[in-house]
């Protein structure tokens, strides 16, 4: 079974830029979750996305943003690139939303490296 | 605002040596607790949850929560070098979604031959 697939793995990109990567979920997942991870800040949540609709948000300004296919699968953009957002974006897929139970949580993908230079 | 801190590491242990990695949360709502292992330059793999009080073992591995305490631990039996990585424990908080959890900054553990 495949896992979460990310794409693409590896960018730089120029301040002022825009960006948009891509997630491909777990066969069956509806839900993905996209968290940003810098060294200073470490993992920190985005959005969540179910059946095309965004069901959570993090605290992060509204340059970036998110959208859910039909398909399930999602990407995110982020406009008007600044050097803080170099960072390891990872993708993680859920086979439904709501509060985790035994044996359902997020697997994440490995991840797309965006540099801004 | 809801935390979840983690001892700050780097933890250092011999080989075979069991290591103990520590995080406490500021949330008592907190219903759900993962712990995920980070090879550098790699993304997060989840090798345990826990949603109880008390011990759930899963081979080498065993983790503790401690509501009361507000406190969630992994230990790591017979530790080997291949156990090097940063460990990263996570909360969901109740009433929150599935996909929305919260990240300590992660304990770097070396296992040394």
């Known amino acids: 079974k495949a896992g979460v697939t990310q794409t693409p793995r590896y960018l730089i990109k120029t301040r002022g830029q825009q960006v948009t990567l891509s997630c491909s979920p777990i066969?069956?997942?509806?839900?993905v979750s996209w968290y940003q991870q810098t060294p200073g800040q470490g993992l920190q949540f985005l959005f969540e996305?179910?059946?095309?609709?965004?069901?959570n948000k993090g605290n992060f300004p509204g340059r970036f943003s998110g959208r859910q296919f039909s398909n399930s699968r999602s990407e995110m953009n982020v406009s008007t690139l600044e050097l803080g957002d170099s960072a390891l974006y990872l993708c993680a897929s859920s086979y439904q939303t709501g509060t985790p139970s035994s044996g359902n949580t997020i697997y994440f993908g490995e991840g797309s490296w965006l540099t801004v230079v | 605002q809801k935390e979840v801190e983690q001892n700050s590491g780097p933890l250092s242990v011999p080989e075979g040596a069991i290591a103990s990695l520590n995080c406490t949360y500021s949330?008592?709502?907190?219903?759900?607790f993962f712990w995920y292992r980070q090879y550098s330059g790699k993304s997060p793999e989840l090798i345990m949850s826990i949603y109880s009080n008390g011990d759930k073992e899963d081979g080498r591995f065993t983790a503790q929560l401690n509501k009361a305490s507000q406190y969630v631990s992994l230990l790591i039996r017979d530790s080997q070098p291949s156990d090097s990585a940063t460990y990263l424990c996570a909360v969901n908080h109740r009433g929150s979604t599935l996909g929305r959890l919260y990240f300590g900054r992660g304990t770097q553990l070396t296992v040394w031959p």
């Open positions: 996305y179910f059946s095309e609709t965004q069901r």
């Open positions: 949330d008592r709502g907190s219903q759900s």
């Open positions: 066969s069956g997942h509806r839900s």
